[in-house]
């Protein structure tokens, strides 16, 4: 089944025929990462205006830290974070696509009609909130349906699949019905790389990556500087951007139309050069 080439933006088309870069900006104390972490409006805004000077077609703010074991908070310090935050970037660069990273439909709703928001990014896959489908379809805009086993507090206690691929195929079926039955137009999937995996399950989703075109669907890739990088190399997150270059590059190769990344300008060199390659082969 073949892949829509474009997604509604705001209005406008974002041509996925060339993959894209996601830059991430967390709004958080805690997240895995440090160098992701940007809590005042100066840093927020500058690291944005890095981002996009590098490349980034998409900008992804997040205030919820999803990493394996992460504590919950509030609703309204979620919105605290991650709102003012978008209010600032749409102002300071308006041609700026924005995705709010969030599961709480409250919030995702303020992000696009009150702040300049134009995507949804939800690791929960429309399970933690039962309004957001429905919130998705009245806002009318793209989707990112990720799986995740569990939540971020339990996801790595034993995950267990019969088959990873197939069983979240499955998952991405039943939702993707749900999804277009309430009426949403532009979906883009994410398998959620350690969310609910573990490093052999990852490592096996990465090698089959192909088999989840069968969606017919854009498919984003979230590797950046994760576990699955740097603990079996024997480093840390922050020296894994070399091992992050590698495992983007194999899912640009099997069909990646999105990377979501901490490290934009390596991304948008990597997309470059598979590019270049794809053009040579045609």
Not at 81 to 89: C, P, S
Not at 247 to 274: C, M, S, Y
Request: aromatic share 6%; hydrophobic share 40%.
């Amino acid at each position: 089944m073949d892949k829509p080439r474009y997604i509604n933006v705001g209005g406008k088309l974002l041509d996925l025929s060339v993959p894209r870069v996601m830059g991430i900006l967390n709004i958080t104390p805690d997240s895995f990462y440090r160098g992701s972490r940007y809590e005042s409006d100066d840093d927020i805004i500058k690291a944005a205006g890095i981002m996009l000077e590098e490349g980034a077609d998409i900008l992804d703010v997040g205030g919820y830290s999803s990493r394996p074991g992460a504590i919950d908070i509030p609703e309204e310090e979620e919105g605290r974070r991650v709102l003012g935050a978008i209010r600032k970037i749409s102002s300071v660069y308006p041609g700026a696509i924005i995705s709010v990273d969030t599961f709480r439909a409250s919030v995702a709703k303020a992000a696009v009609e009150e702040c300049g928001a134009h995507i949804i990014n939800d690791i929960s896959g429309g399970k933690a909130d039962p309004g957001m489908f429905e919130l998705v379809r009245h806002l009318n805009v793209p989707y990112i349906l990720m799986h995740m086993k569990g939540d971020p507090r339990t996801m790595q206690e034993n995950p267990v699949y019969n088959d990873v691929v197939a069983d979240i195929l499955k998952w991405f079926g039943e939702g993707i019905f749900r999804l277009r039955s309430a009426g949403v137009k532009d979906i883009i999937i994410d398998p959620g790389f350690g969310f609910g995996k573990t490093r052999e399950h990852n490592y096996d989703m990465l090698d089959r990556l192909g088999d989840f075109s069968i969606a017919g669907l854009p498919l984003m890739v979230g590797l950046s500087r994760k576990s699955m990088i740097w603990k079996p190399l024997g480093i840390t997150a922050e020296e894994a951007l070399a091992g992050t270059i590698s495992l983007n590059t194999i899912a640009l190769l099997k069909g990646a139309d999105i990377l979501r990344v901490h490290d934009v300008k390596e991304a948008v060199q990597a997309v470059k050069l598979i590019c270049l390659l794809r053009k040579n082969a045609g």
